[in-house]
């Protein structure tokens, strides 16, 4: 292996750059990392983190004569051990630590000598160099670069690029942690703006939010549920545009005024949506939502039946018992925010026994790469195989079907039927 020349490295570090920034998955970063050094930098690359009191190897990457390496354990043992290894000496030093013949032959302390001969014992090399990942001080983990062919070996000359790389993925690791920690507060900031579902037996509720997985954002999904003074069990899911604060808080502003709205009188669906329209309106909102406002309504024993307008949302699903499906696509009219004086209008539809109605908004059925079409279809067909099931399991299972694709925020809201008394 020869030397990297000026060029080759700003290249190589430019190439590191990228490929650890495009995720913002610790793990996927630093297994990106390893694949790009070998084999243009080493023959055999390993990256370790530390978390507690344990270093966790996270990625091995290895030219395909050194297979031996991939064996090499997942866990290298609790801190301290009790003989010194090159890379917790590399952990605990303030650069990287460069091991190859003439460091065995310093007047060091024995672990040099020791290092360079496991390093040889396991991959048969006698270079290696051993790098703190580190980042405003504190240390994160290491990363080891070995070489194995005769006359390759590493020599200081190479210290300013493995520094460099070492650094790279500090920051890369550091920016990965940063978001996680941002996306779970995200999460339970958004959490806490959601409602806890009521008891409306006979009925069974079941709801769940999902953030988008790419996303450190809290958005403007929502859903409601609450019990009007007749009995009526209202149900809510709506979408305020916009991923940030301000979506968040307009979300809370319309979820609460439309509470108080539905409790000031009895009108039909569309009358409340109208008046919550007008009144968002008249206090200068400047905001864009959908929404679906529904009521469930029958004696314990049934019939039942929803009533429910639509402002510019995802048309409800009824999933019968038996499994069929069908789009509630009545009663739609225009965004909340658009013109407030636009007509609104009312849906009936009855609602057999043991049936499911769920309520979502568009990220469970949008994905950039399709039609919407295609993505409907995929949550009838899933619906439909999920009607037996709990409707605890149900929200589950919908979700779970989604796998890691959600490019957006998803609201999931579900009322399943009694059988007739």
């Known amino acids: 292996m020869k030397a990297l020349d000026a060029l080759e490295r700003l290249g190589l570090l430019s190439e590191v750059s990228k490929a650890m920034n495009s995720s913002l998955d610790a793990d996927t970063a630093l297994h990106r990392l390893a694949r790009l050094l070998v084999p243009r930098l080493a023959d055999w690359c390993a990256v370790d983190l530390v978390e507690n009191d ?227 309106t008249g206090l200068g909102g400047g905001f864009i939502a959908t929404m679906v406002l529904a009521r469930v309504e029958g004696p314990p024993g049934g019939p039942w039946r929803m009533r429910w307008t639509n402002a510019g949302h995802p048309a409800p699903l009824l999933i019968t018992r038996e499994g069929g499906t069908r789009f509630l696509e009545d009663g739609r009219a225009t965004l909340l925010g658009v013109d407030a004086a636009l007509p609104r209008q009312n849906a009936v539809e009855a609602l057999p026994p043991h049936s499911t109605v769920v309520l979502y908004t568009d990220g469970l059925i949008e994905r950039r790469t399709e039609p919407l079409e295609r993505g409907m279809t995929r949550l009838r067909r899933r619906a439909a195989a999920l009607a037996g099931a709990e409707v605890e399991t149900f929200c589950d299972e919908l979700l779970a079907a989604n796998g890691t694709a959600n490019e957006d925020d998803i609201a999931l809201l579900a009322v399943r039927l009694p059988g007739r008394s």
């Not at 990287?96 to 040889?120: F, Q």
């Not at 070492?166 to 806490?192: C, I």
């Not at 916009?242 to 307009?250: F, L, V």
């Open 54 to 280: 344990t270093v966790r190897r996270v990625s091995v990457a290895h030219r395909g004569s050194h297979a031996q390496a991939a064996g090499l354990p997942d866990v290298l043992g609790p801190l301290p051990l009790d003989v010194e290894t090159p890379l917790l000496r590399a952990l605990r030093s303030s650069g990287p630590l460069l091991i190859n013949s003439a460091s065995a032959d310093s007047p060091d302390d024995g672990t040099l000598r020791e290092a360079r001969v496991l390093l040889h014992r396991l991959l048969g090399a006698d270079s290696a160099f051993v790098a703190p990942i580190r980042v405003r001080g504190n240390v994160l983990g290491a990363l080891t670069l070995v070489r194995v062919q005769p006359g390759a070996a590493f020599t200081l000359d190479d210290l300013p690029v493995v520094e460099d790389l070492a650094h790279r993925a500090g920051l890369a690791l550091d920016n990965a942690r940063l978001y996680g920690l941002q996306h779970e507060m995200a999460y339970r900031l958004q959490h806490s703006l959601l409602p806890q579902l009521p008891d409306v037996h006979p009925l069974r509720l079941a709801a769940r939010y999902l953030p988008a997985r790419q996303s450190s954002r809290v958005g403007g999904d929502w859903y409601d549920a609450f019990v009007l003074s007749g009995g009526a069990v209202t149900l809510v899911i709506g979408d305020v545009a916009g991923h940030d604060i301000a979506a968040a808080a307009q979300m809370s502003e319309v979820r609460n005024m439309l509470r108080a709205l539905a409790f000031d009188r009895r009108e039909p669906p569309s009358g409340i949506v109208t008046r919550l329209d007008r009144a968002l």
